[in-house]
């Protein structure tokens, strides 16, 4: 479920935050200042020169997506924890799979807004309690990327959790 959908125009960022943001801003911190060092002195950086090494300690919680249509992205490359909150292989997935239905009307909005702007992407998640687990909660960022060709067409996204997984899928 998202919560709170803020626009942030002066800084051209696009979050969606709770209270919960806090806990864990801090591990997506070094992933967003690795991107803002790529970026070199250009408003977005091209997805040839992300290297994984660079984000090492988050790569199973990372993924690679490109544009498919306006609102929507499938992931190209996406680390073991993203299969795992899913129960299954999810690249080639899009990136709303990971978002409940009632959702993903407004993750398209905020995908159309990561390519056209480019923006930044924030998310603060939390997934439905079940009989047998606690609920999980989550922040995802997104960050747009230039294609070999030049377009934003491309996106570096992390999706961290705190909280027991169980058995996915886990929306």
């Known amino acids: 479920m998202i919560e709170d959908f803020d626009v942030k125009d002066k800084e051209n960022i696009l979050e969606i935050k709770s209270a919960a943001a806090a806990k864990r801003g801090h591990e997506l911190s070094a992933f967003i200042d690795y991107w803002q060092n790529m970026r070199r002195g250009q408003d977005v950086p091209l997805r040839t020169e992300i290297d994984p090494r660079g984000f090492e300690s988050l790569l199973s919680n990372s993924f690679i997506a490109e544009k498919v249509t306006p609102g929507l992205a499938r992931m190209r490359v996406a ?15 899009p990136i709303s799979s990971l978002i409940d239905a009632d959702d993903q009307t407004r993750l398209s909005d905020a995908i159309v807004e990561l390519f056209e702007r480019p923006a930044i992407v924030q998310i603060e998640l939390i997934s439905r309690e079940r009989f047998d687990t606690q609920p999980l909660q989550g922040t995802m960022v997104i960050l747009p990327l ?23 899928p886990r929306r």
Do not use: Q
């Open 146 to 168: 230039r294609s070999d060709l030049g377009d934003i067409s491309r996106a570096l996204g992390c999706l961290v959790t705190s909280g027991e997984i169980g058995e996915g």
């Open 79 to 93: 680390g073991a924890e993203l299969s795992k909150l899913l129960g299954m292989e999810i690249r080639g997935m």
